[in-house]
């Protein structure tokens, strides 16, 4: 039997079996695949009165149950689906060993098998921040089979220490481009955010495209002709020359808002340089002269490509002026280490990563009060900087190479993300040149 006879011919459905009654006086759900003539049944988890079913099916003002118990239906039906879709020909012990995840081999190679050992390489490289988003992946997608999403999203959100959950076999012929949509339907319906589904998915790519490596005539979902991750959508993140300048004017009321707004500047002026580039800034990387100064660093980010991203920032006298103020209130004393002292003391890769997410969130939180009080249109956070950085420069008349060149980009497209556009008043006054 062909797939495309196959998934044309067939019917499934997730369907309350009311000719067997529980104790508790519930009914079980099935799924029900019919094919032809012929009907298939397979056990659920699921259970429910009937009155719960049609209400959750029906009601148009549906309770937390009920609301639930809906989602669960199509979680059920969903992985159902996909299953079918994988089988290259359809049984019905084959579609219970694949429904039921039971593995014909112990040694197996599945996808999360895959992810284990991309996280490994990234510990051991020290890569912390890098293994985080495999795992924060791995279980977005552990959830998703186990239909268990909608759980997994709330203790996301909720900030809360995740429970641990148990991957189920995933093949890599079950990551098909429906499934694919699948998950990203899946993600929108729980709001997970348009930038976080195209880290998941991302992530996802690279472990296929490791196991395509080995196994080249595995199916690609992926490319051209198939499925694309979904980008950030283009929020305003870029402060203009006057927002800038009221930052650089404010008068700090602690220690805390003193530092956050000086980091801040530090990063605005050397091309909108990351929190973790700054914290791993040495001092042999700065070199002043009569002219101001010239700083020479790898990117933090491109540390394990064989290619390191190097960047030039050539600053003039007044902001050189500006960093050894910055510089002198709370840097190093000792010209042999790192400029700033958060990494005093943090050896290994994990204590240096939770260093630098603890003083992301002290920085962010003061640049939060500094932008209300300022009464600035958008949160202020220490990546504002690296945005205003670049859309200040381009409205400067800056060439979109430059600035890419500035920031370590590989391609413009992804400078181009950076850009904030054409301020209000540079559209009012180019208006007068239409006429």
């Known amino acids: 039997m062909k797939t495309d006879n196959k998934v044309s011919a067939r019917l499934i459905v997730v369907w309350l079996d009311t000719r067997e ?38 009601g148009e003002r549906k309770t937390t149950e009920e609301k639930e118990l809906f989602f669960q239906l199509g979680v059920v039906k969903t992985f159902a689906e996909n299953v079918f879709d994988s089988l290259p020909e359809f049984t019905p012990e084959a579609f219970r060993r694949a429904f039921y995840k039971e593995s014909t081999s112990t040694n197996e190679r599945d996808v999360f098998s895959t992810f284990r050992d991309v996280i490994g390489e990234l510990e051991n490289g020290g890569f912390i ?12 997608i552990a959830a998703f089979c186990n239909g268990k999403l909608l759980e997994h999203s709330k203790s996301n959100k909720s900030g809360k220490k995740q429970a641990d959950i148990k991957p189920p076999k995933l093949r890599f012929e079950e990551i098909t481009l429906q ?49 694309t ?5 283009k929020n305003k993140r870029a402060l203009t020359i006057t927002e800038v300048r009221s930052i ?18 530090f990063s605005y002026l050397c091309n909108g340089m990351n929190i973790a580039d700054i914290i791993k800034l040495s001092y042999k990387e700065i070199k002043f002269h009569s002219n101001g100064c010239s700083i020479e660093f790898s990117r933090q980010k491109t540390q394990q490509k064989k290619d390191k991203t190097k960047i030039l920032i050539e600053l003039d006298t007044e902001p050189t002026e500006l960093i050894k103020l910055i510089i002198e209130r709370h840097g190093n004393d000792s010209k ?15 204590d240096q990563f939770t260093a630098k997410l603890s003083l992301l969130r002290q920085l962010n939180k003061a640049l939060h009060k500094i932008g209300t ?15 205003s950085y670049a859309t200040v420069m381009q409205r400067s008349g800056v060439s979109i190479a430059e600035i890419s060149e500035a920031l370590g980009h590989a391609e413009l497209k992804t400078t181009e993300n950076y850009l904030g556009g054409f301020s209000d008043e540079s559209k009012r006054i180019n208006s007068n040149k239409l006429l």
């Not at 921040?129 to 977005?140: D, L, V």
């Not at 991750?229 to 959508?233: D, E, G, L, Y």
């Not at 650089?248 to 500047?265: F, G, H, I, P, V």
């Not at 009080?373 to 945005?387: E, G, P, S």
């Open 179 to 227: 499934w694919l949509k699948r998950y990203e339907t899946a993600l929108t319906a729980v709001k997970v955010s348009p930038s976080t589904q195209g880290i998941y998915l991302r992530a996802l790519r690279r472990i296929v495209n490791i196991e395509r490596k080995q196994n080249p005539s595995l199916p690609y979902p992926f490319g051209k002709d198939g499925f």
């Open 373 to 387: 009080k300022l009464n600035l249109q958008i949160d202020l956070t220490t990546y504002v900087a690296r945005h």
């Open 229 to 233: 991750p979904p980008t950030a959508t």
């Open 248 to 265: 650089r004017n404010y008068y700090t009321l602690s220690e805390l808002e003193q530092r956050a707004k000086d980091l801040w500047t």
């Open 336 to 350: 042999d280490s790192y400029v700033f002292p958060f990494m005093n003391g943090k050896e290994t890769p994990q």
């Open 21 to 58: 009654a529980m104790k508790n006086g519930k009914h079980p759900f099935r799924v029900r695949i019919t094919i032809k003539k012929a009907r298939y049944y397979f056990k659920t988890p699921l259970e429910a009165t009937e009155e719960l079913y049609k209400r959750a099916m029906y």
């Open 129 to 140: 921040g890098n293994a985080n988003i495999y795992k924060t992946t791995m279980r977005s």
